[in-house]
């Protein structure tokens, strides 16, 4: 049987094509399918959490009719040619109409630095930095459904390739900070970030199995507690009041730096965007 | 010194003592679906409606749930009904009810024989470990049912 | 808006069952969660209807409660005979249709 997709409404020539190319699993190889995923979910040892993941889980990921994520995707992919701001630019105004080809690698290289600025930036900030510099266009709001759908959707134009971010040279004292900060003791549980993702993965708090907490691959992504798509610095606001710590606002430096570090933890691992988690 | 934190010292009991994690997750995933009270009577109420009467038989229809979600707000809910899909014999509607939700009519797939099979997929919210019910009602007036029970975890990372 | 996503094979053969999936981002408020500022009950807002057609006419649909989760995924068969046209209605308890469509070449 031909599994040749055709969609409407998310019918938007090439990029939606794309979107459509992964979908192509036939349910019965799905067990198959996920054996082989969870091989590429690992590299040198380190695992994604989707090896922390029910099969249930991995099979709505695996498949992009199933996985919920994906409309986030669509809605970046619409929001990639729609012109905003002062100076009447979209997106596809300077990186072209074939996001796929002008954009793909980028998304495994942030956080990086900002040579102006000489401060270090993710991909939010980078995409909030284009708009407002190159289309005189507002910043779109941290968490917002905008943000979340464009970061969503350049995590997902380097979907499988390796996550490479740099941390020597002049990003070494940003990557010494985030380290500082995943071992730092917080809240009134005083526990680090590494006291369950280095030294616990694999064992449970009740019912939750602790993962490696390598999440630089796999956000933003679908948590199915949210129902939503949620970025990375939505999770580790969750996991600081988890242990009783005020939590940081999301794309404060020291976040940014925390991200690098995880995402230097997640180093070599195929980005899943959007990945789906509990 | 040691600077780890041995999760595996920590049990259930003092872990819930501890941080009061238990009654988080709780309390917010009963905020998914409303109040986690034994809501099999709604389900008994419904059902007697929908059925008006007739007697469900066992068999024909099989309910395909996780036997442990790993977040009740989005559980995989899969109905597939044992049926020719004829002009003269299909199955004409499959219920899905919760016996612990607040409302116990979840969904109602209606098919016709363009259905090709009496299936469907779709996802759903558990606000607690429950029993779900799958009421399947035939061309012929016949109505099957079965059940399936799925464990609603809490986590200790806010379920 | 980019709000649906539908997954129907471009190409079949004459009595084919096919598998058709499909997506749309909605809150499914259920009625049932409380703000957590004010305490007050958010109203529900749910899509409480989906319709799907094959060439004009209805062959599946499915009525909705607060208990279908955010961001609804129904997946259902059809049974195709000719070329033609699908199309798929979700059906928003505010009035509000959202609507998708594909085709199919049939042989």
Request: with cysteine; net charge positive; hydrophobic share 35%.
């Amino acid at each position: 049987m031909t599994r040749k997709g055709n969609k409407s409404m998310g019918a938007m020539g090439g990029l939606a094509a794309l979107a459509g190319a992964a979908g192509l699993l036939l349910s019965g190889l799905l067990i198959a399918n996920q054996a082989a995923a969870k091989s590429k979910y690992e590299v040198d040892g380190r695992k994604s959490g989707y090896h922390y993941s029910n099969p249930e889980t991995n099979e709505m990921q695996d498949d992009d009719f199933l996985n919920p994520g994906m409309l986030w995707v669509q809605r970046g992919i619409a929001l990639w040619s729609k012109v905003d701001g002062a100076a009447g630019k979209s997106c596809a105004s300077c990186h072209g109409d074939d996001a796929r080809k002008t954009m793909r690698g980028v998304f495994t290289v942030y956080p990086k630095l900002n040579k102006k600025t000489g401060k270090l930036e993710n991909i939010e900030q980078r995409i909030n930095r284009c708009r407002v510099e190159n289309m005189k266009a507002k910043p779109w709001k941290w968490e917002s459904g905008e943000l979340l759908s464009m970061t969503t959707f350049i995590g997902f134009l380097s979907r499988g390739l390796p996550m490479n971010v740099k941390v020597d040279g002049e990003v070494k004292p940003f990557f010494e900070k985030g380290k500082a900060e995943y071992f730092k003791r917080r809240g009134q549980l005083d526990m680090a970030c590494k006291h369950c993702h280095i030294d616990n993965p694999g064992k449970r708090i009740r019912a939750d199995l602790l993962s490696e907490g390598r999440a630089g691959q796999a956000f933003p992504l679908y948590r199915l507690k949210w129902q939503k798509i949620g970025s990375l610095h939505r999770r580790f606001r969750g996991c600081n009041k988890q242990v009783r710590a005020k939590p940081y606002k999301p794309g404060a430096e020291e976040y940014v730096n925390l991200e690098l570090y995880v995402k230097w933890r997640s180093r070599g691992l195929p980005v899943e965007v959007p990945a789906v988690r509990r | 010194m040691s600077d780890k934190v041995k999760i595996e010292v920590i049990d259930r009991r003092h872990f819930l003592i501890m941080t009061g994690a238990g009654v988080t997750a709780a309390t917010m995933l009963a905020g998914l679906a409303g109040t986690a009270e034994a809501k099999a009577d709604l389900a008994a109420e419904y059902m007697s409606k929908v059925l008006a009467g007739a007697k469900p038989a066992e068999g024909k229809v099989k309910l395909t749930m996780p036997e442990i979600a790993e977040n009740g707000a989005t559980v995989p809910t899969k109905v597939s009904v044992d049926s020719p899909m004829t002009d003269k014999d299909y199955c004409q509607e499959v219920h899905i009810i919760s016996t612990k939700n607040p409302v116990a009519h979840i969904c109602t797939f209606h098919f016709t024989p363009k259905s090709g099979k009496a299936e469907a997929s779709i996802r759903v919210r558990m606000a607690t470990t429950q029993d779900v019910i799958a009421l399947a009602r035939m061309s012929d007036g016949k109505w099957y049912m079965t059940k399936t029970t799925v464990k609603v975890t809490i986590g200790g990372c806010g379920g | 808006m980019a709000k649906a996503r539908v997954k129907v094979p471009g190409k079949a053969k004459a009595g084919e069952v096919i598998l058709i999936k499909t997506l749309i981002r909605h809150k499914m408020e259920s009625g049932n969660r409380k703000d957590k500022k004010t305490g007050q009950k958010i109203p529900r807002h749910i899509i409480d209807k989906f319709t799907a057609k094959y060439n004009g006419e209805v062959f599946f649909s499915s009525d909705w409660e607060g208990g279908v989760s955010a961001n609804p995924y129904c997946s259902f068969n059809c049974k195709v005979d000719k070329s033609g046209a699908f199309e798929f209605i979700w059906h928003d308890e505010k009035g509000e249709e959202f609507k998708a469509e594909a085709k199919i070449e049939v042989s």
